[in-house]
């Protein structure tokens, strides 16, 4: 009974306003769709965006192809360009590393001939050196025996001078090869400075001191000539020394700087 009561209300409720009832029952059915739509609606809307975004990237990425390739085709075309001088530069370098190391080599070679040349000229002038000092020493000693004879045949002292050492010393150099008198002087000189006696070459005293004297006059242009020749080497020497010094000190230089 109680539920025909509420059917029979219902009833009434519905035809007391039946646009109401319809457009609840509507909105009832609408729903669902309404979302489906809703749906699809930001689906599509997603998947715009999705293709706008892509379309982007891909102007994007033909751009970068375009000019990429663009720029590639310059730099293959730059560098197409650039090989010849390239390959010139290389080959000039080439030369110029050659050259260098020729200028290296010709530098140590001269630098050991000016070195050796050093060595050689320093033994050459130790051996002028001892040459001339021996030289000298002779020549004084014989200058000092001929102006001892010529003092004391100059005062009359025949016989203490012909007993002297400085007679000896003449003696020897009457015998010698080294010393340049004629025949007749060598002789002359030779049979006074044997004789022993002040009595016998007394009369001769006076030519034997001019033998003497010229001898005396030679000798000592001979010791001129030497002290001439030697300090002239030794001049030469220097120079040349001086010389070499500066030449291993440039070529020195120019190792160190091709080797740097």
Known sequence: MMRKVAAGAALVLLSSNPAEASANTMQTHMNPIRKVVTLLQAMQKKVSEEGEAEKELYDKFMCYCKTGNSDLSESIAAATSKAPAVDSELTATEEKLAQAKG?????????????????????????EASSFSAAKSELDTNIAALNKAVAALEKGMYGSFLQSSAAASVRNLVTSSKVELNEGDRQLLASFLAAGSDEAYAPQSGEVVGI?????????????????????????????????????????????????
């Open 212 to 260: 003497l004297k010229e001898m005396v006059e030679t000798m000592g242009k001979d010791l001129a000539d030497v002290t001439s020749t030697e300090n002239e080497a030794i001049a030469s020497f220097e120079a040349l020394l001086a010389a070499k010094k500066k030449e291993i000190a440039a070529l020195s230089e120019t190792v160190e700087t091709k080797t740097a």
């Open 103 to 127: 200028d290296l080599s010709s530098a140590q070679e001269d630098r050991s001939a000016a070195k050796a040349a050093i060595a050689e000229a320093t033994a050459l002038r130790e051996k």
